[in-house]
């Protein structure tokens, strides 16, 4: 199958889509899906354009839980407004996503930029992610908006984030 989302914030693609999906859990705002595989997941974020007020940033619709177990991606591309891209490859995971929240039971990666494989569990809030492009979006530079939404330079993010990587391997 293919899907594809266009929303005011970014287009989604994805391509070469199988898996099974549990109809039954819809009736309590559930969905499950197991065994997933797609082809290639591509996201072009669009320049941040906000209207009225501010609003709680969410990764999923009120109410709404979507559980993946074993998914593989083999490949995403991150477009973001400002020209930069980011791309991770063979990618497997088993995550629930919440409406402000993503929790990550088991997950794996390569970055193929930093000639890494990493693995992670854990949970991420929508906040920082959305920050960070909402910041790239109207220009600001990489090292500025890392010091103003994770609180610390970008080199320094790097640097523990690769050390953690490399324990991770």
């Known amino acids: 199958g293919h899907v594809e989302v266009h929303h005011r914030n970014a287009d989604i693609v994805a391509t070469d889509i199988s898996g099974r999906l549990e ?34 940033p969410r990764f999923f619709a009120p109410m709404m839980r979507l559980h993946v177990e074993d998914a593989r991606i083999d490949r995403l591309l991150l477009s973001m407004a400002n020209g930069v891209t980011h791309e991770a490859t063979n990618i497997a995971a088993t995550a629930t996503i919440l409406p402000k929240e993503i929790r990550v039971r088991q997950a794996s990666a390569e970055l193929p930029a930093f000639s890494t494989r990493l693995t992670a569990q854990g949970r991420m809030n929508a906040k920082a992610p959305l920050d960070l492009m909402d910041r790239y979006a109207i220009g600001v530079r990489e090292e500025e908006a890392f010091q103003q939404v994770l609180g610390v330079p970008r080199a320094k993010f790097m640097q523990d984030f690769s050390a953690w990587a490399e324990d991770q391997v």
């Open 23 to 56: 109809l039954l859990p819809l009736l309590g705002r559930r969905i499950n899906i197991r065994d997933a595989r797609i082809a290639e997941v591509t996201v072009q974020q669009h320049p941040v354009q906000r209207e009225g007020p501010p609003v709680t």
